[in-house]
């Protein structure tokens, strides 16, 4: 048993095997870049015709393609892990904008319902409005332009409830269209 273990330390030990372990030359490994660039997976022939080309073994060609091929993924999740970290800040900084946005839209909605408020409280009558017009007799449609912006209308001469257009506008936040 000795000499079987006297043997084997003889022909793999770790100083014998450091030994014998080669460094590859530039040219050998341009010519191993310019090979995985143009395949990244190694096949058999391919690994045999490269051990002839570089002198060297195919176990070696083969254990460099697997390292090789472990760097490039780590480097293209690395790429593709920094173009979802741009994408991130940049949906976050859109968010951030939209979110402004709405706290501007949201004021003047305010605003907005403080001035329908305001002019709920009193109806209005025809003649305080000197820009209105109106169409038609008894029978038809009136409308009265308020600032150009706002109109109210009368049909028949009866005038539209305010508090059913405010229930209705306030409504609007919750699904219908009126804001």
Request: glycine residues 4%; contains cysteine.
């Given at each position: 048993?000795?000499?079987l273990?006297?043997?084997?330390?003889?022909?793999?030990?770790?100083k014998?095997?450091k030994?014998?372990?080669k460094?590859?030359?530039q040219?050998?490994?341009?010519?191993?870049?310019?090979?995985?660039?143009?395949?990244?997976?190694?096949?058999?022939?391919?690994?045999?015709?490269?051990?002839?080309?570089?002198?060297?073994?195919?176990?070696?060609?083969?254990?460099?393609?697997?390292?090789?091929?472990?760097?490039?993924?780590?480097q293209?999740?690395?790429?593709?892990?920094?173009?979802?970290?741009?994408?991130?800040?940049?949906?976050?900084?859109?968010?951030?904008?939209?979110?402004?946005?709405?706290?501007?839209?949201?004021?003047?909605?305010?605003?907005?319902?403080?001035?329908?408020?305001?002019?709920?409280?009193?109806?209005?009558?025809?003649?305080?409005?000197p820009?209105?017009?109106?169409?038609?007799?008894?029978?038809?449609?009136?409308?009265?332009?308020?600032?150009?912006?706002?109109?109210?209308?009368?049909?028949?001469?009866?005038?539209?409830?305010?508090?059913?257009?405010?229930?209705?506008?306030?409504?609007?936040?919750?699904?219908?269209?009126?804001?």
């Amino acid at each position: 048993m000795n000499l079987l273990n006297s043997q084997y330390q003889k022909h793999y030990s770790p100083k014998r095997a450091k030994s014998n372990k080669k460094r590859l030359t530039q040219d050998q490994v341009r010519l191993l870049e310019a090979s995985f660039d143009s395949n990244k997976k190694l096949e058999p022939e391919r690994k045999f015709v490269l051990a002839r080309e570089l002198g060297i073994l195919p176990r070696q060609i083969a254990i460099w393609y697997q390292n090789k091929r472990a760097r490039w993924k780590n480097q293209s999740l690395e790429l593709d892990y920094n173009m979802l970290q741009l994408r991130l800040e940049s949906a976050l900084a859109e968010k951030r904008q939209l979110e402004r946005d709405i706290g501007v839209v949201r004021q003047e909605l305010h605003k907005a319902q403080e001035m329908f408020f305001a002019l709920s409280q009193a109806p209005p009558s025809v003649s305080s409005f000197p820009s209105c017009y109106e169409e038609g007799g008894s029978n038809s449609l009136q409308r009265y332009s308020l600032h150009g912006d706002v109109s109210c209308s009368w049909v028949n001469d009866e005038a539209l409830q305010l508090e059913e257009l405010s229930a209705s506008c306030f409504m609007g936040a919750h699904g219908s269209n009126c804001v």
